[in-house]
């Protein structure tokens, strides 16, 4: 049944996702808009595309820690509350109210949530990411393969709770990287490193 402390969690964690870090830090350092820059997204990748390193370095570690901290706070009153935070935050990234629900992918959201709920099933994710990355260079597969192994790499470490919310995340994160399955299939998805606006966010 659901209770007052999990809609406030839900309504917390949601709000804390749904901060723009991308869009605000862009336009603090003097970059304009980030959405009409590159692929548009509001994510790291995108803000690396400015040439602004430094900016895209913060903006990956805020949109980790704002999946990150919304769980560790929830967890501490219990476990059902931070799966709410993880999954409530990671929605929030992805369809923020203050930008008429055009987020980002959540990717880095997303690794924030899994990290803080259970670190080994936040480790084996990002092993399995970069294992990808390394191999094929295309950031939007590794991101996917991430996503689609994360249940299965939770269901063995964490339990089958923690297991539920990798799936939710997952059907979120892969459903979000529509377009760069599209352009997978078609042979058009850009690399790491390459100058192109279709890489992932």
Same mark, same amino acid.
């Given at each position: ?21 991308? /869009? ?45 901290? @919304?769980? /560790? ?25 203050? /930008? ?19 670190? @080994? ?29 994360? @249940? ?19 059907? /979120? ?29």
């Amino acid at each position: 049944m659901v209770g007052s402390a999990h809609l406030l969690t839900a309504v917390l964690a949601y709000l804390a996702g749904s901060i723009p870090f991308g /869009l605000l830090l862009s336009r603090m350092a003097g970059l304009g808009d980030i959405r009409s820059i590159g692929s548009g997204n509001l994510g790291a990748t995108n803000v690396l595309r400015t040439g602004r390193k430094g900016v895209a370095a913060a903006t990956l570690l805020l949109d980790i820690a704002k999946g990150a901290v @919304p769980v /560790l706070i929830a967890h501490q009153f219990s476990l059902d509350l931070a799966i709410i935070a993880g999954l409530t935050a990671v929605i929030g990234h992805n369809f923020p109210l203050w /930008l008429k629900f055009r987020g980002g992918k959540g990717v880095a959201t997303s690794f924030g949530a899994l990290v803080a709920v259970s670190w @080994p099933l936040g480790i084996g994710c990002l092993g399995v990411w970069l294992a990808v990355a390394v191999v094929t260079r295309y950031s939007s597969l590794a991101a996917i393969l991430a996503f689609a192994s994360s @249940p299965f790499i939770a269901w063995w470490l964490s339990g089958e709770q923690i297991a539920v919310l990798a799936a939710l995340l997952a059907v /979120l994160g892969i459903a979000r990287h529509h377009e760069n399955i599209r352009r997978l299939l078609t042979g058009r998805e850009s690399k790491i490193g390459e100058k192109s606006v279709t890489e992932a966010e």
